[in-house]
């Protein structure tokens, strides 16, 4: 009956740490990917860097990226700030 309860436990704890090890992995991809490719269109202009009126023949630049077009992914600006983190030590 111990046996039973502590063999349950046990592949409990490693299907615990099967997911954490996917979750690392999928974490980590995705902070590869963002090294690759750190930027993505900016949600207000779609990557134009214009806001454009109702008639679309006039625009002013876009407020949110500058007039970039351009917006940092999560992962990126993580990426960013564990950099600046290392740099301060
Ligand atoms: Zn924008």
Known sequence: MLTLTAARGASAWAGGLQLAALAF???AGYLLVCLVWPY????????????????RRTWRTCRRCAGTGQRRRVGTVLLLAARSKGKHR
């Open 40 to 55: 993505a269109a900016c949600r207000r202009c779609k990557g134009d860097g214009k806001r454009r009126s109702t008639s």
């Open 25 to 27: 992995i999928t974490v």
